[in-house]
């Protein structure tokens, strides 16, 4: 299987190509998202994509969207992405693209974390909280936190580090009730999803979702949900408090750039063939876990 690097429709007009999503206008009030196979690692685009993973992402994405619709409406509009481009270009949408609302992004990464690893386990040796929330003292990496955690951070552009931020400041910057509802859909989210990947076997340590408003000023959920480029997946049976465990996400492909003598600015090393293709199995087992289905 060869991944997919870049799409070319020209059917519609591109207005956003990102880490991983090219967005084509459909009218004037739905988008073209398509996930293509790029990865990225410490904000850096990859040279070689991973093939299939966009389509894991959609099938994953997709999944979730219909298994927590009752806990807050979601962006999807239920039109088949082969419809809005030319026959030629079925190939380039098929299994990873979606047709979206149009909606206004709320422009705060929600991340949820249920154990404290990456950076939230960097912010605490050094503060002891984590965007502003304190947590007890003398937790382990990779410790199970008393409870989900609301830790946001402000969206940057691509090739910027994302700046975490205080609940506060999410007041501040889109109003209580915005902040409020975004809050209370990210932990509820997340608690579902928890609750349903530990019967699979899975341990979501953490993730991140994108709301954004529609025309009535309601607020959606929107982007990608729970998936392994948004969340850290980690099998349960393996898992040990103390050390940084083994993963069903992209966790794999940042190790091994970790290992590199790399100062995590573009161009990223390139990445050997073997490599590659364990980053993509681990992308599919994590699909097939949660899922029990695979992609074409």
Not at 109 to 137: D, F, M, N, Q
Not at 148 to 160: L, R
Not at 200 to 210: H, L, N, P, V
Request: aromatic share 8%; glycine share 8%; with cysteine.
């Amino acid at each position: 299987m060869s991944g997919l690097s870049k799409t070319q429709i020209t059917s519609l007009p591109q207005i956003y190509s990102g880490k991983v999503r090219d967005v084509y206008a459909v009218g004037d009030d739905k988008l073209l998202i398509v996930a293509s196979d790029r990865i990225s690692a410490f904000d850096v685009i990859l040279g070689d994509p991973i093939p299939g993973k966009g389509k894991v992402l959609t099938a994953l994405t997709n999944f979730w969207f219909e298994k927590l619709k009752d806990v807050i409406p979601n962006h999807l509009t239920g039109i088949d992405p082969k419809t809005v481009v030319k026959p030629e270009e079925i190939s380039q949408v098929e299994g990873r693209a979606v047709v979206s609302k149009r909606l206004k992004p709320i422009l705060i990464e929600c991340v949820a974390r249920g154990y404290i690893i990456g950076g939230g386990w960097k912010e605490y040796c050094e503060h002891g909280s984590v965007c502003g929330v304190k947590l007890p003292a003398g937790l382990k990496m990779a410790q199970k936190l008393p409870e989900p955690i609301f830790s946001p951070a402000a969206k940057a552009e691509v090739g910027v580090h994302d700046e975490n931020i205080t609940f506060e400041k999410v007041v501040e910057l889109y109003g209580r009730e915005v902040a409020e509802t975004i809050r209370t859909a990210t932990l509820e989210l997340y608690k579902r999803a928890s609750e349903y990947a530990a019967t699979r076997g899975i341990i979501i340590a953490d993730t991140k979702f994108e709301f954004g408003l529609d025309e009535d000023g309601r607020v959606l959920l929107m982007d990608e949900v729970l998936t392994p480029d948004s969340s850290r997946f980690w099998p349960a049976d393996e898992y040990e408090v103390g050390t940084s465990p083994k993963s069903f996400d992209k966790q794999f492909i940042r190790d091994w750039l970790e290992s590199q003598p790399w100062d995590k600015t573009p161009p990223a090393p390139k990445v050997p063939a073997d490599i590659i293709e364990k980053t993509a199995d681990k992308y599919r087992e994590a699909l097939r876990r949660l899922t029990g289905t695979d992609i074409a």
